[in-house]
């Protein structure tokens, strides 16, 4: 599976943005989805995650309630709606994929995307 990333940009606090993460091959709907975040001399995050039905969901507390995930496996698309963005949420956003769902460690991914990024000014 590839990955691609995009929908990143500039934007001011409390604006919002919607990030899509595209795949390629026939089987992205058999993988969980999930979504990091890194910021200039951090570590790369967890921000939330959807099983490969899009049933399920589970996000870090910092963007809960903000933030939701999803995922249409027939366009192969996964999105990350992101609402009430503050400065803090800056960062390269990236997708991943993997065989194990609702997984919060990047390790467990098999399938990253290059990445897009957000900047929130306030």
């Known amino acids: 599976v590839q990955l691609q990333a995009s929908g990143g940009g500039l934007v001011q606090a409390g604006d919002s943005l919607r990030l899509a993460c595209a795949a390629s091959?026939?089987?992205?709907?058999?993988?969980?989805l999930g979504w990091f975040r890194q910021a200039p001399g951090k570590e790369r995050e967890f921000v939330a995650t959807i099983n490969w039905m899009g049933r399920s969901t589970y996000y870090s507390d910092s963007v809960k309630g903000r933030f939701t995930i999803s995922r249409v496996n027939a366009k192969n698309t996964g999105y990350l709606q992101m609402n009430s963005l503050k400065p803090e949420d800056t960062a390269v956003y990236y997708c991943?994929?993997?065989?194990?769902?609702?997984?919060?460690?990047?390790?467990?991914?098999?399938?990253w995307g290059q990445g897009t990024q957000v900047t929130v000014s306030s």
């Open positions: 091959g026939r089987t992205f709907g058999i993988y969980g």
């Open positions: 991943a994929a993997g065989r194990n769902d609702l997984s919060t460690g990047s390790s467990l991914y098999d399938y």
